[in-house]
């Protein structure tokens, strides 16, 4: 059977942490590939420093190009609206039923999964795998795979502040990915990149 992670998240803009979280899980439990799966962001809550699901996409697939075992996982972005993990992990699971899931998770999200929509059902369905991260507790009565990796205290609120103001970005994003941002005006760049 395929052994499979999957990180759900926003990435707007996906980081490094997003890159060294995958590749810690999966040089540590072996698994046979990670899919990064960006989440739908309903187009009502847009705001203009955002980017647009196809552009998170687009960041996704420069951040990970490098690596074979990392993919796009798009049925999130491709069903549109809110979408419960529960609902997303019983389609994936029904479309491909030779495949193991391992649902990687951070902190706040570990000391959180008693909320969970269905939680007690998910559980059943995919192996959970946690990483701490700083400021959490990442503790829960839930069965999770603790894997150890280096903590980064770097967030994508952070990016788009400095993206927006100017200030450096260097060693946070892939270089990809930040090109692609400055080339597309994103996160308020428009105003302050004077390329070509």
């Keep these: 059977m395929k052994r499979v992670g999957l990180l759900g998240g926003t990435f707007n803009p996906p980081h490094i942490g997003h890159l060294l979280m995958a590749n810690e899980v999966y040089h540590a439990l072996r698994l046979d590939e990670i899919r990064f799966m960006p989440n739908a962001i309903p187009p009502h809550k847009h705001a203009r420093f955002d980017a647009s699901n196809a552009e998170r996409l687009e ?9 074979p075992h990392f993919s796009v996982e798009s049925y999130e972005v491709e069903k549109g609206g809110v979408s419960y993990s529960y609902e997303t992990l019983s389609a994936l699971c029904s479309r491909e039923s030779n495949v193991q899931f391992y649902f990687i998770i951070g902190g706040d999200m570990i000391d959180s999964l008693h909320t969970w929509h269905c939680i007690d059902d998910l559980v059943k369905l995919v192996q959970f795998v946690g990483v701490k991260r700083p400021g959490t507790a990442a503790t829960t009565e839930y069965p999770i795979s603790m894997v150890e990796i280096p903590q980064i205290d770097l967030s994508s609120t952070l990016i788009r502040q400095r993206l927006a103001t100017g200030g450096t970005v260097t060693f946070l994003l892939p270089e990809a990915v930040e090109t692609f ?16």
């Design 59 to 67: 960041m996704v697939r420069h951040a990970i190009r490098p690596f």
């Design 181 to 196: 941002i400055r080339e597309e005006g994103l996160y308020g760049t428009r105003a302050v990149f004077s390329g070509d």
